[in-house]
């Protein structure tokens, strides 16, 4: 994607442990439809990827960009909205 500049990072490798998921979550919850973030950190991130999808069931897309063995980055997308603002479930 040409425009990565305009994606949220967030490099949990220089943010203290308390603060990481707080710092993580305030991000992905003010993601807009078709939003994307970017974590970078020193290990496998997945306990973060069953957080959100245990909080926020079926609202996010989880696609790794490079697995490790020194860095692990992941991309994060908030889904399309379908368009009705209702609570219907449609």
Same mark, same amino acid.
């Given at each position: 994607m040409s425009n990565s500049e305009h994606i949220p990072?967030?490099?949990?490798?220089?943010i203290a442990p308390p603060e990481r998921h707080p710092r993580i979550f305030g991000v992905l919850?003010?993601?807009a439809? &078709?939003?994307l973030m970017h974590?970078?950190?020193d290990h496998d991130p997945r306990p973060l990827h069953y957080q959100i999808e245990t909080r926020y069931p079926g609202e996010f897309q989880w696609q790794y960009l490079?697995? &490790?063995p020194a860095v692990w980055r992941v991309e994060i997308q908030r889904h399309e909205s379908s368009g009705c603002d209702c609570a219907c479930g449609h």
């Open positions: 990072l967030i490099d949990v490798r220089t919850t003010n993601l439809p &078709g939003g974590i970078a950190s490079e697995q &490790g």
